[in-house]
Nanobody, 124 residues
């Protein structure tokens, strides 16, 4: 079964950094790119960042602009998200998903092949 697998989560102090990775497992599939979402306890899942294969364009939620950077590993369909200057409010389960639209917005309905998520905890 094709799925995305996230890695790189963990516990870090405020101001620290983490690097998340997202790779496909179990086969290949077509998509327009990758997106990262997160869900904090008691909150709805929200868009964080996206990378589009065709032109390398990226998009970020306002809350992470200037702190998070999404990138692609060479020509592989693996993406990374470097998270710097982490804040306690960044604590959440982070999910990777495949963009199924050429220019996806932050809507979950435009993504598929969701991963199981990786926990990021930022202590104050």
């Amino acid at each position: 079964q094709v799925r995305l697998v996230e890695s790189g989560g963990g516990l870090v102090q405020a101001g620290g950094s983490l690097r998340l990775s997202c790779a496909a497992s179990g086969g290949t599939f077509s998509s327009y790119g990758r997106g990262w979402f997160r869900q904090a306890p008691g909150k709805e899942r929200e868009f964080v960042a996206a990378y589009i294969w065709s032109d390398g364009s990226t998009a970020y939620a306002d809350s992470v602009k200037g702190r998070f950077t999404i990138s692609r590993e060479n020509t592989k369909n693996t993406v990374h998200m470097q998270m710097n200057s982490l804040k306690p409010e960044d604590t959440a389960v982070y999910y990777c998903a495949a963009a199924m639209r050429r220019r996806p917005s932050g809507s979950e309905s435009e993504y598929a092949y969701w991963g199981q998520g990786t926990q990021v905890t930022v202590s104050s």
